[in-house]
């Protein structure tokens, strides 16, 4: 299934991104900025392969319950 890992890639970028700009937010806030651009267009990636998959997030309006349900996936393989 090359789309799941495909999706985990997008995810795990994502997630460094946000970290980076934590990590970034008191010493260099440019930096910071640009990290969190980064993880905001891998936001849109990450939403645009879950609909090429068909998964079926719950919008709340809430990121996170969107992202629990796309790391689940991945976790379980995607569709079997």
Same mark, same amino acid.
């Given at each position: 299934m ?6 985990? $890639? ?23 900025v640009?990290?969190?651009?980064? $993880? ?19 919008y ?11 790391? $689940?996936?991945? $976790? ?5």
């Amino acid at each position: 299934m090359r789309r799941v890992w495909e999706l985990a $890639a997008l995810v795990t970028r994502y997630d460094r991104c946000l970290n980076d700009g934590d990590a970034f937010a008191d010493s260099d806030p440019v930096a910071a900025v640009e990290s969190y651009r980064r $993880a905001l267009n891998l936001k849109e990636q990450i939403y645009d392969v879950a609909a090429c998959l068909s998964i079926p997030l719950p919008y709340t309006g809430r990121l996170q319950d969107d992202m629990q349900t796309v790391r $689940a996936f991945i $976790a379980g393989g995607g569709w079997h």
